[in-house]
């Protein structure tokens, strides 16, 4: 799976966008709706925020607001009452004293508020109060929802065990999270993990600031460090790791969390305390807002701030609802609810219950049969094509919001390509209501629900493992000048190793920076030592002259800035933590021939076939057959592939031999085909600094064997 974010047409849309909507708001009076305590401001817009809503206390501050997952309800309290919003009207008031944090359950049906020693639980459609309870000996100061919405944990201002896990529907006794040693007087945040296994807690425990618990045995995992006070939390959507905002405008982010211990290292980009984070719906970015003003957006592929949104007031404290793109400032007597812009393309979400290791839920029942699944995003969902035909796309029932319990504003999705019998190839495109776009090929069969291929071993012999093969195509960048043949290249060279070869394929089209490293980890987690790993990658490449150094370019590289090229070294080091016995990188690019040494390198051998081929899968390989070398190449021959493509497939195809290396193959199939057919000249070569042990990647025909 692999998502792509549409190139510059997508940028352009979306800041006419913004100008059209700056134009409309200036020349155009909103309805202002007043609220029981206050009133609501116009909307404004500053620096891509826009303002949807201002609320005023008329007595007091507003000490707390949140807004619910879907994005449809939002919730202030003031000294005296709880207030909710539904966009349009103020749907319920309740009568609550110093309710100082408000948190919606995860399907938005249920409110919950911490008081002075209580919780209040209120029932958001029906405007009415659930039920209240005493829940601590002093003020309620941080509170979470499991992600099914089963449990409440709360955490208080000491007195009393400072953590509790409530069963909301049993209304039992709560679980109670213990210490070895006095706690500090604060629980700050509380925070559930995606799937509900961990619980993290933050308190102003100058020993371990972070705890993160195991919610079925209560066991936890302290977190050392002395860099500042936490402020708020946010797991990542893979809850492979924590990110902590602290009050000294640093973010720690929190890795093995499912071992003995949490490792931690530092983002740096804020001037004062961090009080909101949280990541983006697909994680392609992570946000923290501050007291200094500042909203940050970092990219998670490689930790580095990409957009900094300046806030009017600083020094105010904020609260992100990132699965929605909503964003709350506090103020003295009021609070602001934004909306954020929003970046990247929707999510195409699976049912994990059909295939746990992929994230989209395929039905193909029949020929002709229906494609199904699930789009969400911060901003809404516009349109979804399949194979370039408009599929069908049904908003949930409260029902399905329940059960599903999903943040984000999704949708299904649902339509019938033509397909025939046997294989075929599925191009799902989802558009957000900003255009971006999100794009998944599902190479499916009838009657079946895979679609990253997975076909019988090409081989039986022992110790040999499975081939795998990423398979990447990049035809449209957002800021380089596009280019025509490598999403049908890679196509037609992942149908050959998959039919012919019995490779299990993954296609990464107009792969980001992410998609590409990402799937490289994806992979060094996955092989085992006796697996092969074959890397095809047609796209843009550049070789800077003065630090001569080769990079590949994703399709989210800029013109003059780096820092999303992928540099050969990146790639190199990435395979060397790769623990498969063979690894062959195929690459279509200018300048792909930097990745290897410059001497030759002679693979043949005057022993017997079969021990020759013995020798050669004993020894591990890193070797790469490049389309050229230090020059340009040509990206269309006039048949729809490049010149380098053209003769790698047909050489696949044609080859006699039914068990070959990567060297003989390049020999006798590709390096006079291709010198002959353009003034490029393709190289063959071992990896400079990878681990090559002078082995070589063995092709086999689906079905064969060595004997």
Not at 655 to 681: C, H, N, P, W, Y
Request: aromatic share 10%; net charge neutral.
């Amino acid at each position: 799976m692999y998502f792509q974010r549409k190139g510059a047409n997508m940028r352009k849309i979306y800041s006419i966008m913004d100008l059209i909507i700056i134009t409309i708001l200036i020349n155009c009076i909103i309805q202002i709706v007043l609220s029981p305590e206050g009133k609501a401001e116009n909307y404004t817009v500053s620096q891509n925020l826009l303002e949807i809503k201002r609320f005023n206390a008329d007595k007091g501050k507003i000490k707390a607001i949140a807004t619910s997952h879907d994005g449809r309800y939002t919730a202030f309290s003031t000294s005296s009452q709880v207030s909710i919003w539904d966009g349009k009207n103020f749907i319920a008031i309740f009568e609550a004293n110093q309710v100082n944090t408000l948190l919606f359950s995860n399907d938005g049906k249920t409110l919950a508020g911490g008081g002075y020693r209580y919780i209040y639980l209120w029932d958001v459609s029906k405007g009415k109060e659930i039920r209240s309870f005493k829940a601590h000996e002093n003020i309620v100061t941080a509170l979470a929802f499991s992600p099914d919405g089963h449990t409440l944990a709360s955490g208080s201002k000491g007195g009393d065990p400072v953590v509790k896990i409530w069963d909301i529907e049993s209304q039992k006794s709560p679980r109670i999270l213990r210490w070895d040693y006095p706690y500090s007087e604060q629980v700050l945040s509380l925070v559930y993990s995606p799937d509900g296994t961990l619980l993290a807690s933050a308190s102003l425990d100058q020993k371990t600031p972070v705890r993160i618990w195991n919610t079925k045995t209560l066991n936890a995992i302290p977190v050392s460090f002395q860099n500042g006070a936490v402020r708020d939390m946010a797991f990542s959507p893979d809850g492979e790791f924590l990110m902590a905002g602290l009050d000294n405008g640093v973010v720690m982010k929190i890795a093995y969390l499912r071992s003995d211990s949490g490792r931690f290292s530092i983002l740096k980009g804020h001037t004062d305390a961090i009080t909101g984070i949280g990541f983006t719906l697909n994680g392609n970015y992570f946000i923290s807002g501050g007291l200094d003003g500042n909203v940050i957006y970092w990219d998670t592929s490689n930790w580095k701030s990409t957009k900094i949104l300046k806030l009017p007031d600083a020094g105010n404290p904020l609260i992100l609802s990132t699965d929605v793109g909503r964003l709350a400032q506090i103020g003295r007597k009021d609070a602001t609810l934004y909306s954020l812009p929003d970046y990247s393309g929707p999510q195409i979400s699976i049912d994990k219950t059909r295939d746990k290791t992929r994230d989209l839920n395929i039905s193909a029942v029949s020929a002709g049969g229906v494609i199904k699944g699930i789009v969400n995003d911060e901003s809404g969902i516009k349109q979804v094509l399949i194979n370039g035909i408009e599929a069908q796309i049904i908003p949930p029932s409260q029902e399905d919001i329940s059960a599903r319990r999903i943040g984000g504003k999704w949708s299904f999705f649902s339509g019938s390509p033509e397909m025939q019998i046997n294989e075929n190839m599925i191009e799902v495109a989802a558009y957000d209501n900003y255009n971006n776009k999100t794009v998944e090929f599902i190479s499916i069969e009838t009657g079946r629900t895979d679609y990253e291929t997975k076909t019988k071993p090409s081989h039986d012999i022992p110790g040999f493992g499975r081939n795998y093969a990423v398979v990447i195509g990049n035809n449209d960048y957002k800021h380089l000048s596009d280019l025509e043949t490598p999403l049908n290249d890679s196509r037609e060279v992942e149908k050959v190793l998959r039919e012919e070869y019995g490779f299990e394929t993954k296609i990464l089209a107009n792969a980001t920076r992410k998609d590409i490293l990402g799937s490289l980890n994806e992979f060094r987690k996955r092989l085992t030592e006796n697996d092969n790993l074959l890397i095809y990658y047609a796209g843009h490449g550049h070789f800077d002259e003065e630090t001569k150094m080769a990079y590949w370019l994703p399709v989210d590289a800029e013109q003059e800035n780096d820092t999303d090229w992928i540099k050969v070294n990146d790639i190199t080091n990435n395979i060397m933590k790769i623990s498969s016995k063979h690894i062959l990188i195929v690459a279509d690019s200018c300048y792909s021939g930097q990745m290897t040494r410059s001497v030759d390198v002679n693979l043949r051998s005057n022993e017997s076939r079969e021990r020759y081929l013995n020798r050669l899968f004993d020894r591990k390989s890193r070797t790469l057959i490049a389309s050229g070398g230090n020059e340009p190449v040509a990206d269309n021959e006039g048949n729809g592939h490049s010149v380098f493509a053209n003769v790698f497939i047909r050489a696949l195809r044609d080859i006699e031999d039914q068990v070959f290396t990567a060297d003989e193959l390049f020999i006798k199939k590709i390096k006079e085909s291709v010198g002959g057919r353009s003034s490029q000249m393709p190289e063959y070569n071992f990896i400079q600094n990878s681990g090559h042990d002078n082995g070589d990647f063995i092709f086999t025909r689906a079905g064969m064997r060595i004997k």
